[in-house]
């Protein structure tokens, strides 16, 4: 970020009122300023007060829907930090390792899904291979499950592991893909770069597909559909972003 | 079980303590669904009262209200009370979703047509709206302690959802004076208000 003065921005933080690039950098800050994170509570404490202010509007009408959706919607696991230190963090990680896995298998069997993936990256690379990465991150003692909702109906999911340095991306219920287009994974770097990390053509139910990236400085996954031919650098309008850092 | 429900009736005479929001949300956050059914009725109408000021129009905010309450329901073990309010966390995923959904808007096709006709509504429009519109006293007279520009810059970034950088446009100045007035007036609100993050 080329704004010298980055304590200043906590307000625009706290009013969401910076670019995702900008709230992606400034967060980084935020892991390592306590003096930043505390103003940032407080000033969000007012912004909400803001908002407090509004007058309230009956949501009567929304609550079948959120209803029906929490009803199929799984909770995020609880996590540490990411830089919690992993023997202070390991007998709760290896219960969340093991509810990761247990998620991710329960899903299998509740759709009976069959598992394909050939991302760019995976399709010279052996069913082995694949399931290898797959089991080293879902069996990693700092697991952690990330969550969206995909525009279109169903749910991206990125479990990650850092000290696999791997991740994985599910997803579920997926809306089909139209004729010659395919599901494209991207990274969102914290610097804002955006780069391709495997494309896959979903079938029903779960989709397992490994994260052809370094998680290393790593923001958000992406979700794209795209022509299978498309094979330029820019990321298009993505239909589901997972923020790794919230 | 031979309790009989009258000492029970007894204590809420006296006066029971209703679960917090924040209990409400902790509860959630272990899966219980009836609490959180509770919390929808508590918190919904602030959410969707947020998002609307943000987006205005009234088919997607109810789309975007819809997606927070899931998202709270989704993110609930992660919810922190050491760090603030259940319905700060929750505002705060509420307005930070409509203005994602705002900007997702301008970006695309109809991008400067949307982005001109929210920049073009005069700011003196917004502020009487703004006023009128606010229910808490104490919110109104907080505001009317800030300077002109601070008023402004949180005003066009909190109830109209722009980034500092079109508040800075819309008001004609530097990128940077527009973040510190923002910051400025969020202190002058804290200090003016006593909130409790």
Redesign the interface.
């Known amino acids: 970020m080329s ?1 010298p ?1 980055l304590h ?5 933080y ?6 995702p690039q900008e709230r992606a950098a400034f967060r980084e800050h935020l892991a390592e300023c306590a003096t930043c994170a505390d103003e940032v ?19 009567s ?3 079948a ?3 029906a ?3 199929r ?7 540490r930090p990411l830089d919690a230190p992993v023997a202070a963090a390991r007998h709760g990680s290896r219960g969340a390792r093991v509810l990761v896995a247990a998620s991710v298998v329960a899903l299998f069997v509740a759709t009976g899904a069959s598992v394909v993936a050939f991302g760019q990256h995976q399709r010279m690379a052996d069913e082995a291979g694949r399931s290898s990465a797959i089991s080293q991150v879902l069996t990693a003692d700092d697991a952690h499950t990330f ?1 969206a ?1 995909v525009a279109g109906g169903g749910s991206a999911t990125v479990v990650m592991s850092q000290s696999a340095s791997k991740a994985l991306f599910v997803g579920k219920a997926l809306p089909a893909a139209a004729a010659g287009q395919v599901y494209k994974i991207w990274v969102v770097m914290n610097d804002g770069r955006e780069i391709p990390a495997g494309s896959f053509v979903p079938r029903s139910g779960v989709i397992v597909v490994p994260i052809a990236h370094d998680l290393h400085g790593v923001a958000e996954v992406a979700l794209t559909v795209q022509s299978a031919a498309d094979s330029t650098d820019r990321m298009p ?1 993505p239909i589901a972003m997972v923020d790794l850092r ?1 | 079980m031979q309790r009989s429900f009258k000492p029970a009736l007894r204590s809420r005479v006296i006066g029971i303590e209703l679960p917090t929001e924040d209990d409400l949300l902790q509860a959630a ?1 272990g ?1 219980d ?1 009836g609490a ?2 509770a919390l ?1 009725e508590l918190v ?7 998002v ?2 943000v987006l205005r129009d009234v088919a997607q905010s ?1 789309e975007v ?3 927070v ?3 709270v ?6 919810f922190d009370p050491d ?3 259940a ?2 966390w929750i ?2 995923i ?3 979703r409509a ?1 994602d959904r705002v900007r ?1 808007e301008e ?2 096709s109809s991008r400067e047509r949307r982005y001109w006709s929210r920049i073009e509504r005069e700011y003196d429009v917004v502020a009487e709206e703004v006023e009128a ?4 006293e104490d ?2 007279l907080a505001l009317r302690s800030l300077t002109p520009l601070q008023r402004a810059a ?1 005003e066009l ?3 109209e ?5 079109q ?1 800075a446009e819309a008001l004609n100045v530097p990128v ?1 004076t ?3 007035r ?6 002058r ?2 200090d003016v ?1 006593g ?3």
Do not use: C
Not at chain 1, 14 to 19: H, K, Y
Not at chain 2, 133 to 136: C, D, F, P
Not at chain 2, 182 to 187: C, G, T
């Open positions: 704004t003065a200043l921005l906590t307000g625009a706290a009013a969401n009122a910076l670019s509570r407080e000033l969000q404490g007012v912004a909400a007060a803001l908002g407090e202010s509004l007058p309230e509007t009956s949501a009408h929304l609550r829907g959120v209803f959706e929490v009803a919607t799984p909770q995020e696991l609880r996590r969550g909702p309008s919230t | 956050a899966g669904q959180y059914s929808f919904s109408p602030a959410v969707v009262a947020v609307r000021q109810d209200a819809q997606e309450m899931v998202e329901w989704r993110r609930a073990p992660n760090k603030g309010r319905r700060t505002l705060t509420a307005h930070r203005t997702h970006a695309a519109h606010l229910e808490r919110v109104r949180i970034a909190y109830f959802g722009h980034t500092y950088v508040v940077g527009a973040s510190t923002i910051r400025d007036a969020l202190i609100l804290r208000m909130v409790t993050p």
